[in-house]
């Protein structure tokens, strides 16, 4: 695997770390007094945008999203540029769902673009080299192995850079690149996810599904599960002299790739347009 990573730190850190930061954000006093707070007022709608209760993605608890939440995103004039970690579960009756909110002048999605993108204290990946783009749908750090996000639905949103050797940093400062798999939207061991109504333009994969391979483990995996991509605009997406990148490269048990607009790769790219796999 190519990864092109730059960071002096072994990964026994990196899982402290990581183990460290689930428990800050998940035992934080603040954090849970706002959502027993909201919980207690019936609220579980979240609005992210200019003059909205939140203005970045990286101030929204994501760890703490549950059953029946929804957060909408609304359209700013320039892009959100930061990384989602959606690792909560929903139910079947009561997905999470985060949807945009085309509020432009014109109509326009909110476009979230990770080139030179940030995340924060919120998204609590497993390692640095698992942020690899606007949206990823993964286990978070602290988590058990066999804890597998769930339940969610990903609706209305522009999502760009995604691109291997693309530029991000961290909340405590430090600064990296994507690696070879970063795509628009990634999911990786997910269940009963579903992608709407999305632009996905100008990443390496633009819809990227897999397993999740344990990382620092014995090499076990867990398959991703019930994943629908339905409905989306997916162009321009793929590496310069890469084979290996696509619009939709998926494999999951239970693969739904319906009615999605589709189009070229990114001129150079030497990938295909759909591929993808249901094993069952």
Same mark, same amino acid.
């Given at each position: 695997?190519?990864?092109?990573?730059?960071?002096?730190?072994?990964?026994? /850190?990196?899982?402290?770390?990581?183990?460290?930061?689930?428990?800050?954000?998940?035992?934080?006093?603040?954090?849970?007094?706002?959502?027993?707070? =909201?919980?207690?007022?019936? /609220?579980?709608?979240?609005?992210?945008?200019?003059?909205?209760? !939140?203005?970045?993605?990286?101030?929204?608890?994501?760890?703490?999203? @549950?059953?029946?939440?929804?957060? $909408?995103?609304?359209?700013?004039?320039?892009?959100?540029?930061?990384?989602?970690?959606?690792?909560?579960?929903? &139910?079947?009756? =009561?997905?999470?769902?985060?949807?945009?909110?085309? #509020?432009?002048?014109?109509?326009?999605?909110?476009?979230?673009?990770?080139?030179?993108?940030?995340?924060?204290? !919120?998204?609590?990946?497993?390692?640095?080299?698992?942020?690899? @783009?606007?949206?990823?749908?993964?286990?978070?750090?602290?988590?058990?192995?066999?804890?597998?996000?769930?339940?969610?639905?990903?609706?209305?949103?522009?999502?760009?850079?995604?691109?291997?050797?693309?530029?991000?940093?961290? !909340? $405590?400062?430090?600064?990296?690149?994507? #690696?070879?798999?970063?795509?628009?939207? &990634?999911?990786?061991?997910?269940?009963? +996810?579903?992608? &709407?109504?999305?632009?996905?333009?100008?990443?390496?994969?633009?819809?990227?599904?897999?397993?999740?391979?344990?990382?620092?483990?014995?090499?076990?995996? !867990?398959?991703?599960?019930?994943? %629908? +991509?339905?409905?989306? &605009?997916?162009?321009?997406?793929? /590496?310069?002299?890469?084979?290996?990148?696509?619009? /939709?490269?998926?494999?999951? $048990?239970?693969?739904?790739?319906?009615?999605?607009? %589709?189009?070229?790769?990114?001129?150079?790219?030497?990938?295909?347009?759909?591929?993808?796999?249901?094993?069952?």
């Amino acid at each position: 695997m190519i990864r092109s990573f730059k960071m002096n730190t072994n990964k026994w /850190v990196i899982v402290l770390l990581s183990l460290a930061l689930a428990a800050a954000c998940l035992f934080n006093p603040v954090l849970q007094s706002n959502r027993a707070s =909201a919980a207690t007022a019936g /609220v579980d709608i979240i609005h992210v945008g200019p003059g909205r209760q !939140y203005t970045m993605l990286g101030q929204v608890p994501w760890p703490l999203l @549950g059953p029946g939440d929804k957060v $909408y995103i609304h359209w700013q004039e320039t892009p959100y540029r930061e990384l989602i970690l959606l690792s909560s579960k929903g &139910t079947a009756a =009561a997905p999470i769902e985060v949807h945009g909110v085309s #509020d432009g002048p014109n109509g326009e999605k909110p476009i979230i673009d990770a080139n030179g993108g940030y995340y924060s204290l !919120y998204s609590l990946f497993l390692g640095p080299q698992f942020a690899r @783009g606007p949206i990823n749908v993964q286990r978070s750090g602290g988590r058990l192995e066999t804890y597998r996000p769930s339940h969610i639905w990903i609706d209305n949103l522009e999502v760009r850079g995604g691109l291997w050797n693309n530029p991000l940093s961290w !909340y $405590y400062g430090t600064t990296g690149t994507m #690696d070879s798999k970063s795509a628009g939207i &990634t999911i990786e061991g997910g269940e009963h +996810i579903r992608i &709407t109504n999305c632009t996905v333009t100008n990443n390496g994969n633009g819809i990227y599904v897999n397993s999740e391979v344990v990382p620092y483990g014995d090499g076990r995996f !867990y398959p991703s599960r019930d994943i %629908t +991509i339905e409905s989306n &605009t997916i162009v321009g997406n793929g /590496v310069v002299g890469s084979s290996e990148h696509h619009n /939709v490269n998926a494999t999951a $048990y239970g693969l739904t790739v319906q009615n999605n607009t %589709t189009g070229p790769l990114r001129p150079g790219a030497l990938g295909s347009d759909i591929v993808a796999n249901s094993l069952d």
